[in-house]
């Protein structure tokens, strides 16, 4: 069983709609959660940490809920530049040590 | 601030081949890994080190080796390439908070 394991997708949505990724994580002691960006063939780049409490970033929602292990997030109002994979992070260990989830790919169309 | 660069780009080898992929950083980071994504699988961690002298083993370092000689600097070196090395390396440091930088990324290609 993998340690992070997401939807691979794709979702493929209008300009406008509201979208939903969600993702599980094996590890009940892992310490923080992010999501991270990918354009296709480019780097990952950090979008958002994900707090207890759910965190906002202006159409981006983080929710964590760590009883059931999942991790999700909600773009509102998606762009055609939203369209990329998402990868949901979880840190467990020392070091810093980043465990990623394979990814799901967001299609956004006109 | 070119941040974190990795070369070569690019590169094509043949099994049995060697070769060395370089990290360089100017962010004056502490922490440095290696990485390999392949599809369908996520990043997974191959190296890393916590600092100038210091390497460490992550998920995959079978057929890998690593050194940083430098601060700035992080090496990966492939002794005897396997076609089930071909992959997409990315290098990424950190400073022992959470955010990972990444950089560009090598494909490389073992025939």
């Known amino acids: 069983r993998k340690e992070v394991e997401q939807d691979p997708g794709p979702f493929n949505v209008p300009e406008g709609a509201t979208v939903a990724f969600n993702c599980t994580y094996s590890?009940?002691?892992?310490?923080?959660f992010f999501w991270y960006r990918q354009d296709c063939r480019k780097e990952p780049k950090l979008l958002m940490s994900v707090y207890s409490s759910g965190n906002e970033d202006g159409r981006f929602t983080a929710q964590l809920n760590r009883a059931s292990q999942y991790i999700s997030l909600l773009i509102r109002d998606s762009k055609l530049s939203d369209s990329a994979t998402y990868l949901c992070v979880v840190k467990s260990g020392g070091y810093n040590k980043l465990i990623f989830g394979a990814g799901t790919r967001l299609a956004v169309h006109p | 601030n070119a941040g974190v660069t990795q070369t070569p780009k690019f590169r094509v080898l043949k099994t049995g081949q060697s070769m060395t992929l370089l990290c360089a950083q100017d962010m004056n980071h502490e922490y440095m890994y290696w990485y390999r994504q392949d599809p369908g699988m996520g990043l997974r961690l191959i190296h890393y080190?916590?600092?100038?002298?210091?390497?460490a083993k992550g998920e995959v370092p079978d057929g890998y080796n690593v050194s940083r000689l430098k601060k700035q600097n992080f090496l990966l070196g492939l002794e005897s390439a396997a076609p089930s090395q071909t992959s997409v390396y990315f290098c990424?440091?950190?400073?022992?908070?959470?955010?990972?930088?990444f950089g560009p990324g090598t494909r490389l290609t073992v025939l």
């Open positions: 990424a440091t950190g400073r022992g908070a959470s955010e990972q930088f």
């Open positions: 590890n009940s002691a892992s310490q923080s």
């Open positions: 080190s916590v600092g100038e002298g210091t390497t």
